[in-house]
């Protein structure tokens, strides 16, 4: 059972935009900055975002991250057939005094 | 640019400890935090814990009693030791630098390693 709450898939077709949501509470979200990760299945995590809003060089602008209250959501615009992938969203929580991750969302390109 | 390989234990027998190196290349291991993440198969990622470049560590209340890291900035590589594993220990490791809070921009492939008689 992960800290961070996602919905396990979404999907959308070429073209197109999604948006995924990560919810967590005031130890987490609510008071520490959010980042997201892309996965594909057996891979490495890749930070996509950071810092809520911030992508590392190289992350297409496609990809966006937003944070309201105790909840943070990633926007894919333009969808393309390599987006397919897991992705996750982290913060640092006080009760762990560590980072928590969500679960993942399957994002599925049609 | 800064690349990360865990060792690969392969096969851990319960009660067993899971001994797991990671080695940095392409940059000093000095003035970061360095993680060790997991992921048991189908399940999201579980941070177990990090070690600063100084040796110092702080580790995931879950696995505390169970958990050792180390460092050797002589060699550029720091360590995870689990101690008395069972099958719900296993899972694909990554190691990773962090930079702040929640935030690991540079990742190891991965290393599953399985707990099993």
């Known amino acids: 059972q992960s800290v961070l709450t996602q919905p396990p898939s979404a999907s959308g077709t070429p073209g197109q935009g999604v948006t995924m949501s990560c919810s967590g509470s005031?130890?987490?979200?609510?008071?520490?900055?959010v980042s997201w990760y892309q996965q594909l299945p057996g891979t490495a995590p890749k930070l996509l975002i950071y810092?809520?809003?911030q992508r590392p060089s190289g992350v297409p602008d496609r990809f966006s991250g937003s944070k309201s209250g105790t909840s943070a959501s990633l926007a894919i615009s333009g969808l393309q057939s390599e987006d397919e992938a897991y992705y996750s969203c982290?913060?640092?929580?006080?009760?762990?005094?560590?980072?928590?991750f969500g679960g993942g969302t399957k994002l599925t390109v049609l | 640019q800064v690349q990360l390989q865990e060792s690969d234990p392969g096969l851990v027998k319960p009660s067993e400890t899971l001994s797991l190196t990671c080695t940095v290349s392409g940059g000093s291991i000095g003035t970061y935090y360095w993680s060790w993440i997991r992921q048991p198969p189908g399940k999201g990622l579980e941070w177990i814990g990090h070690i600063y470049y100084s040796g110092s560590t702080h580790y995931n209340p879950s696995h505390k009693s169970r958990v050792t890291m180390s460092v050797d900035t002589s060699k550029n590589l720091f360590s995870l030791h689990l101690r008395s594993v069972t099958a719900a220990d296993t899972a694909l490791y990554f190691c990773a630098r962090q930079i702040l809070g929640a935030k690991h921009d540079v990742w190891g492939q991965g290393t599953m390693v399985t707990v099993s008689s």
């Open positions: 005031s130890a987490n979200i609510g008071t520490y900055s």
């Open positions: 982290a913060a640092w929580d006080d009760s762990l005094n560590g980072p928590v």
């Open positions: 810092s809520n809003n």
